[in-house]
């Protein structure tokens, strides 16, 4: 079966750290790996895709790694913002020309001044 | 663009009765997606669409569950008969193509079903 796990569930941690949230997945023939954020109560927002091919994605202050071989992906939050708070999850797409996303159950992340 | 449309934003019904969710997806997407999102299991994909087309229903949990699309600017989610357990928040989202599978997702429906 293919799975996605997140660890931590939830993480609490002073501005101005640099954290790693984390993301395995069972099955390693991924097509490509999606990091999503979601504030509470509104609808996902895409941060980095990755595709199979490729070991990191940058984008301001996240970046996003892939190992396909030991099946894990991890989220780089540099110099968290107290902005930075929300769920963070991960996602993973198998199959070429196949479209569905397997979700992890998210990591959600405070950030207090 | 707008992005992602989703209304209504929140639906309060009584068991038994038929709720219908509506979806504008971005313009020129051409995949389709609909997701449920609970505390307990999380965002599950529920059945998607390509141009218009349904490609994988898997995820529909049972028959009283349904998805259209008629055209490519709008797609429905209806739930007949409604049951407390369906309480959930459904998500809509949009992807173009095969060179690029960013899936873009809308604001959600919050559905209670008392």
Redesign the interface.
């Known amino acids: 079966k293919q799975e996605v796990t997140q660890i931590p569930a939830a993480l609490s941690v002073p501005e101005g750290e640099n954290l790693v949230l984390n993301c395995s997945f069972t099955d390693s023939a991924i ?2 790996l ?1 990091w ?1 954020r979601q504030d509470p ?6 941060l980095l ?1 990755i595709q199979s091919s490729q070991r990191e994605q940058t984008s301001g202050r996240l970046n996003a790694s892939l190992d396909k071989s030991s099946g894990r992906s991890t989220l780089y939050i540099a110099a968290s913002q107290p902005g930075d708070s929300a769920t963070y ?1 991960c ?1 993973v ?1 198998y199959g070429g ?1 196949y ?8 990591t959600r992340l405070a950030v207090h001044p | 663009d707008a992005g ?1 449309i989703q209304s209504p934003r929140h639906e309060v019904t009584e068991m038994g009765q038929e709720v219908t969710l509506r979806c504008k997806p971005i313009s020129g997407h051409d ?1 389709l ?1 609909w997701y449920r999102q609970t505390m307990m299991r ?4 529920l059945i ?1 669409f ?1 141009n218009n087309v349904p ?2 229903d898997s995820g529909m949990p049972e028959d009283r569950f349904s998805a259209k699309m008629p055209n490519a600017s709008f797609s429905t989610l209806k739930i007949q008969p409604s049951e407390p357990r369906d309480s959930a928040v459904y ?1 809509c ?1 949009s ?1 173009f193509g ?1 060179s690029s ?8 429906t ?1 559905l209670t079903v008392t």
């Open positions: 097509y490509n999606q999503f109560g509104k609808g996902l927002t895409s895709l999850l996602a797409r020309g479209n569905k996303l397997i979700f992890g159950a998210g | 992602v995949y997606f999380g965002l599950e994909l998607y390509n490609i994988d998500f989202a992807s095969l599978y960013e899936q873009y997702f809308g604001p959600g919050r």
